[in-house]
């Protein structure tokens, strides 16, 4: 209906809106079977609790005048006069707690525009396995609790996003399927977690990796492997709140710092069987078969320690000689000296023994210390590869996240 004003000023007009303003209680349509076409524009400014200015507007068909005879052509009038559309966003988890705007904007033509901030507490399905190289998918829907959709929204949407903070927008896709749907994807700035997190943790697992270097059976070695560990340990304490606590699954970076831990609490242990061992060669029983198969000859040439030769060398004793036939023949002075040799025989013979003995003995620790440096070796290999799977791994990820 045509507003007649009495006079082209704001007063006039607002006496000659007053009967449309009983109507506020239903939509603003003359026939309920006509459309409420709902625009909405949006500027959205965060994704962790979401906060965007909502703008919508939409058209009165009570409502109409004549700018050259109402003095204007449009006037903000409090929001409790007229119809609003229920736009809620299916979403919610926490009320709105945004400051409130009381009033709209009421055109000339009937057109109802009404701007307001909003402050989205939402629920969104995380996947943060490739934390912090991770791309999230969340929605926003849009919808009425009182009418149906397709009588009150035909939606246009125009988004203009500035991000605040760790994300960076990839897209939005709209979808109108029985409600209105925005699909928001976001990936996360990786850059402070990588210099935090990542980096620090693979410093920390290359130094423990060069402690290699030292002497095994050195007790310096284990003071400085317990100290590197007590170093990770606080460091995880203090980073821990960077790290994500809710999603589907664990994140890979967790697994990563698992890793480093467990393998720097294994090379301290490694150590400290070594120096254990080293410690106590000469109490050690000879190396057992299986250890020799599978430590010494298998393992040996795996990481490039072949086993030594250790036989025992020939020591260049014979068998005394049986006596001759004709020893009866002998002289007295002969038996005095043949004698003399054979107790000189029995003493070579005890020394051999003791020799042979001794030379077991070493035999056995120069084969325990071989055991050892090929464990160490080992842990070293597997060290190696560890950091260069897990650079490989953070660099594939990190190329994917920005494929996508």
């Not at 040996?300 to 006596?323: A, E, H, I, W």
Request: charged share 15%.
């Amino acid at each position: 209906a045509k507003v007649n004003c009495s006079q082209p000023d704001q007063s006039s007009l607002f006496a000659a809106l007053s009967p449309a303003f009983n109507l506020k209680a239903i939509r603003p349509v003359e026939n309920q079977s006509t459309y409420t076409n709902i625009s909405v524009y949006f500027t959205l400014y965060g994704i962790l609790g979401v906060i965007f200015f909502l703008l919508q507007w939409w058209k009165n068909e009570f409502i109409s005048w004549e700018p050259e005879q109402c003095g204007t052509d449009m006037i903000p009038l409090p929001k409790e006069n007229f119809w609003l559309p229920d736009v809620v966003i299916n979403e919610f988890m926490e009320e709105n707690k945004a400051p409130t705007v009381p009033y709209l904007s009421l055109y000339h033509d009937g057109r109802v525009v009404s701007s307001f901030p909003v402050r989205v507490v939402s629920s969104c399905n995380l996947n943060i396995y490739t934390f912090p190289f991770d791309i999230q998918n969340c929605s926003l829907t849009f919808n009425s609790y009182i009418y149906y959709v397709f009588l009150v929204f035909g939606i246009k949407t125009t988004i203009l996003m500035t991000t605040m903070g760790e994300w960076e927008l990839l897209d939005i896709t709209a979808q109108k399927l029985g409600m209105f749907s925005l699909q928001i994807r976001v990936r996360r700035r990786a850059t402070m977690y990588v210099v935090t997190l990542l980096l620090p943790s693979c410093f920390l697992i290359t130094v423990d990796l060069f402690s290699f270097l030292l002497p095994p059976q050195s007790t310096d070695r284990s003071s400085f492997k317990m100290t590197l560990i007590l170093g990770y340990t606080v460091f995880l304490l203090i980073m821990n709140d960077l790290l994500p606590v809710t999603g589907n699954t664990i994140p890979l970076i967790n697994v990563f710092f698992s890793l480093c831990l467990a393998l720097m609490v294994a090379s301290l242990l490694e150590t400290i069987f070594i120096t254990n061992l080293f410690s106590n060669l000469s109490e050690l029983s000879p190396v057992p078969r299986w250890i020799r198969v599978i430590v010494l000859n298998f393992l040996g040439y795996l990481v490039c320690m072949p086993r030594k030769n250790t036989k025992p060398k020939d020591l260049g004793m014979q068998p005394t000689s049986s006596p001759s036939k004709n020893h009866y023949y002998r002289s007295a002075d002969q038996d005095e000296a043949l004698q003399e040799l054979r107790s000189l025989s029995n003493v070579l013979k005890a020394i051999r023994s003791e020799v042979e003995q001794q030379h077991n003995g070493s035999q056995s620790s120069e084969e325990w210390m071989q055991v050892g440096f090929i464990i160490d070796r080992l842990l070293f290999g597997v060290y190696i590869v560890f950091i260069s799977v897990s650079f490989i791994t953070i660099i594939v990820v990190w190329v994917n996240s920005y494929n996508q």
